[in-house]
């Protein structure tokens, strides 16, 4: 199938933790492995200097808050960004750029611009995602 030619065309690691939760929370698993990619570049061990840990990148309290113990736990931490995503999704009524807005400045901020907030840093992150993203969809 052409899904099975991608994944030799667009490999990723954590393929199948990947899929295992994105397929539990409904969330796009070529999104989850752009999310990963664009935020750690498939790293395990990563730490940003604001303090996200972890392949997907989460700050300790949204870890804490989402049952994630151990934010170095491949696992955990991809089970706990799926999640995340999916929160984010869910709150933006299905709408990507918002949700993936939200997931690099807070809800909190993209609420206030009524948008993607008019950070570079964010506006730069949801480019990437969504190019990435489309690359592993085989730019459909």
């Known amino acids: 199938t052409l899904q099975v030619q991608r994944s030799y065309l667009y490999p990723f690691p954590y393929r199948d933790t990947v899929e295992l939760y994105a397929k539990r929370y409904q969330v796009d698993c070529f999104l989850v492995a752009a999310v990963i990619k664009v935020e750690s570049k498939f790293q ?12 997907m990148q989460l700050m300790p309290s949204t870890a804490k808050g989402l049952g994630v113990t151990d934010p170095l ?49 964010t506006q730069n992150y949801v480019k990437n995602i969504m190019k990435t993203y489309n690359d592993y969809k085989g730019g459909n």
């Open 44 to 55: 395990h061990d990563v730490h940003s200097h604001r303090g996200a840990v972890g392949l």
């Open 73 to 121: 736990n491949p696992k955990q931490n991809i089970e706990g960004g799926v999640k995340y995503l999916k929160q984010m999704l869910d709150k933006y009524n299905g709408n990507t750029i918002l949700a993936l807005a939200a997931y690099n400045a807070g809800p909190g901020a993209v609420d206030k611009y009524s948008g993607v907030p008019p950070y570079k840093e």
